[in-house]
C-alpha cells in the first residue's frame, strides 16, 4: 500500500479523525477510502481482548485467554529465548483473534517495592528489563503482530499519576528510566511506543517532544507510531506537534476539531499531521496486509507453556536441605493460596483466563493434606482456622505455607502502603515453625515483601504471580521435576525505610523528585555495602555450579574497542540445571560518583551433571561509560575497571581487571575560577604553566614550619584546589591581573 499517496486523498476532516480512536479498542476506518480499523489489546502477560463497550481497567470481562506470568516473574527468568516464546504465543492469539498491536511489554522501572504495578513491570536493573523487553518485542513480532512498549517515560508510581512531574536529572534519565527503553527500541523496533499519564520534569509525557521525537525517534530511530496511555492526552495540538501520533480511547471528535481548526488557522502544519497519520496507516497496514488465516489460539498448548514458564521464573530464595521434597513424604499445604493461587494482578493487564490450576489439586497424587490457615477478604488472624492448620502441620513431616499479598495490596490506579505481608499471614507462619521443624514458605506477590520469619523457616520459594498454570509449576519445582533456575530481578531489601528512594517516594503535591539518581536498587544497596534480604540476581538451584578458566582478550583497551569475556561454567551437582552466569562491570573510583557496580550482561545456560560449557560476553564503550552531562554524550573515564562474574550481584565467583583509555579529550571550560588541578589535565598545560610563571613561588612568604606538620600535603592540596585568579593574591605579586588574562588564552588554545 502506498500510504503517502493515500494520506494525499484523505480530506483534512478524515487525517484528523484517524488520529484518534474509533472506541477503546479501534482505530477509525475510512470506508470511502477502504481504509481499515485496526484492533488494539492490553497485555502484556496474556490477551485481554474486549469488545467496544470495554474498559482499560480490567473491570469488565474480555474474552478466555491464557494469563502467564506477570512481567516480575518472566524478568526473573533471565531467559531471552524463554521471552521470545512467550512473545511467539502472544502473537499467534493476536493473530487468531484480529487483534493488531498488543499493548506490552511494561518496562518502567522498579524505584521502589511500594509502585501498584510493579507486578507488571520488569526491573529495577535498566539493562536487563530492555533485553528481556527486546525478546518478548522480537517474539509477537515475528507473527506480524505489533508491540507497544509502555510507559513512556518515567511512570514509577501509581500515586497521582495522571498529573505528577517526574523531576529527573539528565544523567539519571539516561542511565536509568531511559535505559530500560533504549535497547529494546534500538534493538527490537517496536512498532509503537504508549507515552505515560505523568510530567517529566513538568511537561507532559504526552506533549514532550524531547524524548517523544528529539530522543525517541531522531536518537533511537523509532519508526512507528506512538499512542496516549488511555486518557494521557493533554492538549491534543500541541501533543500532536510533539510526536504524539494516535490519542486513545475515543474523544467523540472533540480532539478532531481542534486539530482541524488548528490548520485551518495556521497554528498546525498540515505536514506534521500529514506524517501522524502516515505513522499510523503504516502500522495499520503492515498488520492488514500480513494477516495470517491459518492461526488459531490454542488455549490447551498455550496453558501447558505458561506452565513451563511459570516454573523457569520461580526463584529459590532460600534452602536449608529441605527441597526437593520426595514424593512418599507427608506434606501439609498450608494457606488459601494453596487451593486458589493468586496468580495476576488488578488493572488493565487482568486477564479472563482460560483455566486456572492449584498447587493443591495437581499435588493431588502425593500424601498432601490441606487446611485454608488465613482468609484474605480481611486481614484479622482465625484462630480457628489457625488452630487446624497447626494440628495439621503437627502431623506432616513437612509445612508448605503459600503465603502472599491478596489482591486488594496490589494493582493498578495505587500504590501500595508498606511492604508487609498481612500481618495474619505472618502470625500464621511463627504458629506453625512452633510445631514443625520443616517449614517451606512459597510466596505469591508481584514485588518484595519484609520476611520476619526469614530466619524460622528452612526453604523460601518465590513464585511471584505466575499466571494461570502457577499451580501445576509450583509443584513441579517443589518435587524436583524441575530444578529451579529462576533469579531475582529486583533487591529484596530488609525493610521498606532502607530503600533509596524512601525519603521521598511518592513526593509532594504533583511533584516527586527523584534524589536518589542512578542509585537505584543495588546500584545503592551495594555501594553503600548495606545489608539486604536477598541481592538482585539471587537464586538457588536444586545442583550447583564452578566457574573456572576466566579469560579477557585484552588486559589494556581503548573505550572504541570491544572486550570479549569467556568463562567455563560446570554443573558439579548430580542433577541437570540451569545457570544465569551475570556479568558486572565494576568502574575505578574517578571523578564522576558512580554505582560500584553494574550489570552488563548476562546468559542462562543448561548444563547436566558434570558437563561444561563455555559463555561469552562481549563488552562495547556503553558497558564502561556513564553519561556526561557536560558533553550530552556517553562518555568513559580512563582507569582500571574489575570485570566480575557471579550468581548475583554479591556473589562474585570470578573477576579480572582491564585498563580501559578514554579517546575522549574532555577539556574543563577554563575560567579565572578553573582551578589549577584541571587544568593540569590538559595536555601541554604543565608546560605552559611553567614557563607562564617561571620562577614564581607561590605562597612566597609563608614559612613551612610555621603552618604545622603535614606542611607539604596542604601546600599541594591548596595548589590543586586553587583558581587560576589565586596567583595574583598567592604569587607574591608578581603577576599581575592582565597577565594571568594572557595565560588564560594561551591554556585555551591547547
Not at 568513559?636 to 578514554?662: D, F
Amino acid at each position: 500500500m502506498d500510504v503517502k499517496e493515500l494520506v494525499a486523498k484523505m480530506t483534512l476532516e478524515e487525517k484528523a479523525g484517524l488520529c484518534s480512536g474509533q472506541d477503546f479498542w479501534n482505530t477509525k476506518a475510512v470506508e470511502r477510502l477502504q481504509i481499515p480499523a485496526m484492533m488494539v489489546s492490553d497485555g502484556p502477560h496474556g490477551l485481554r481482548k474486549q469488545d467496544e463497550s470495554g474498559d482499560h481497567l480490567g473491570i469488565n470481562e474480555s474474552i478466555k485467554a491464557v494469563c502467564f506470568p506477570a512481567g516480575c516473574a518472566t524478568a526473573a527468568s533471565f531467559d531471552r529465548e524463554l521471552l521470545y516464546k512467550v512473545g511467539e504465543t502472544l502473537g499467534k492469539e493476536c493473530q487468531a483473534e484480529g487483534v493488531g498491536v498488543i499493548l506490552g511489554p511494561a518496562v518502567n522501572i522498579k524505584r521502589s517495592p511500594l509502585c501498584g504495578r510493579n507486578f507488571e513491570y520488569f526491573s529495577e536493573d535498566p539493562y536487563l528489563a530492555s533485553e528481556i523487553a527486546a525478546s518478548q518485542i522480537k517474539g509477537v513480532q515475528s507473527k506480524n503482530v505489533g508491540t507497544s512498549i509502555k510507559h513512556f517515560l518515567a511512570n514509577n508510581q501509581e500515586h497521582r499519576r495522571m498529573t505528577s512531574s517526574s523531576e529527573i536529572d539528565e544523567r539519571t534519565l539516561r542511565e536509568i528510566y531511559l535505559g530500560a527503553f533504549e535497547g529494546a527500541v534500538t534493538q527490537a523496533k517496536p512498532w509503537t511506543v504508549m507515552c505515560s499519564y505523568n510530567k517529566i520534569n513538568g511537561t507532559y509525557a504526552a506533549e514532550n517532544k524531547t524524548y517523544l521525537t528529539e530522543v525517541l525517534r531522531n536518537e533511537w530511530g523509532f519508526d512507528g507510531f506512538v499512542v496516549s496511555d488511555w486518557g494521557a492526552v493533554n492538549d491534543r495540538v500541541p501533543d500532536l506537534e510533539a510526536g504524539l501520533d494516535l490519542e486513545m480511547p475515543t474523544s467523540f471528535g472533540l480532539n478532531d476539531k481542534k486539530i482541524v481548526e488548528a490548520v485551518k488557522t495556521g497554528t498546525l502544519a498540515e505536514d506534521v499531521l500529514d506524517q501522524a497519520v502516515e505513522r499510523i496507516l503504516n502500522i495499520v497496514y503492515r498488520f492488514e496486509e500480513n494477516r495470517d488465516a491459518t492461526a488459531v489460539f490454542d488455549r490447551e498448548a498455550d496453558h501447558a507453556l505458561a506452565r513451563k514458564v511459570a516454573s523457569e521464573c520461580m526463584v529459590l530464595l532460600k534452602n536449608d536441605g529441605i527441597l526437593p521434597l520426595t514424593e512418599e513424604r507427608k506434606a501439609a499445604f498450608i494457606g488459601v493460596f494453596a487451593e486458589k493461587p493468586r496468580y495476576q494482578g488488578g488493572g488493565s493487564s487482568h486477564i479472563n483466563a482460560s483455566q486456572t490450576e492449584s498447587a493443591l489439586e495437581m499435588a493431588a497424587g502425593y500424601p498432601v493434606v490441606y487446611a485454608k490457615g488465613y482468609d484474605t477478604k480481611e486481614d484479622q488472624v482465625d484462630e480457628e482456622l489457625v488452630a487446624e492448620a497447626v494440628r495439621v502441620a503437627k502431623e506432616a513431616e513437612v509445612a508448605v505455607i503459600f503465603a502472599g499479598l491478596p489482591d486488594a495490596f496490589e494493582s493498578e490506579g495505587y500504590d501500595r502502603q508498606h511492604m508487609r505481608l498481612p500481618e495474619c499471614q505472618n502470625y500464621l507462619i511463627r504458629e506453625i515453625c512452633k510445631v514443625n521443624e520443616n517449614v517451606v514458605v512459597v510466596l505469591h506477590n508481584g514485588s518484595p515483601v519484609e520476611m520476619p520469619w526469614a530466619d524460622q523457616v528452612k526453604g523460601i520459594l518465590e513464585v511471584y504471580l505466575g499466571g494461570q498454570a502457577v499451580g501445576g509449576a509450583t509443584v513441579d519445582v517443589l518435587y524436583g521435576k524441575v530444578n529451579p533456575s529462576g533469579h531475582l530481578a529486583e533487591t529484596f531489601p530488609l525493610k521498606l525505610q532502607d530503600n533509596p528512594s524512601y525519603l521521598y517516594y511518592v513526593g509532594e503535591g504533583n511533584k516527586v523528585e527523584y534524589r536518589e539518581g542512578v542509585f537505584v536498587g543495588y546500584r545503592y544497596y551495594d555501594t553503600k555495602e548495606m545489608d539486604v534480604l536477598f541481592p538482585f540476581g539471587h537464586g538457588l538451584s536444586y545442583t550447583t555450579f564452578a566457574y573456572s578458566n576466566m579469560k579477557l582478550d585484552k588486559t589494556e583497551m581503548n573505550d572504541t574497542e570491544t572486550l570479549t569475556v569467556q568463562v567455563d561454567v560446570t554443573n558439579t551437582g548430580d542433577r541437570f540445571g540451569k545457570e544465569v552466569v551475570q556479568l558486572y562491570v565494576m568502574p575505578p573510583k574517578g571523578n564522576v560518583i558512580r554505582p560500584v557496580k553494574e550489570l552488563k550482561g548476562f546468559e542462562k545456560i543448561g548444563l547436566h551433571p558434570r558437563e561444561t560449557k563455555t559463555v561469552t560476553f562481549t563488552l562495547g564503550k556503553r558497558a564502561f561509560a556513564y553519561y556526561d552531562t557536560d558533553l550530552h554524550a556517553w562518555n568513559v573515564e580512563s582507569g582500571s575497571y574489575r570485570i566480575a562474574l557471579g550468581q548475583s550481584s554479591r556473589n562474585i565467583l570470578a573477576n579480572q581487571e582491564v585498563q580501559v583509555h578514554s579517546t575522549t579529550q574532555k577539556r574543563p571550560e577554563l575560567t579565572m575560577n578553573t582551578m589549577f588541578g584541571d587544568i593540569m589535565t590538559i595536555p601541554g598545560a604543565k608546560e605552559v604553566m611553567a614557563e607562564a610563571m617561571g620562577a614564581i613561588s607561590v605562597f612566597d612568604g609563608m614559612q613551612g614550619d610555621s603552618l604545622g606538620e603535614g606542611t607539604g600535603d596542604m601546600m599541594e592540596a591548596m595548589m590543586r584546589y586553587m583558581p587560576l585568579r589565586g596567583l595574583t593574591a598567592f604569587g607574591g605579586g608578581k603577576l599581575t591581573f592582565a597577565e594571568v588574562e594572557k595565560l588564560l588564552e594561551k591554556l585555551r588554545r591547547l
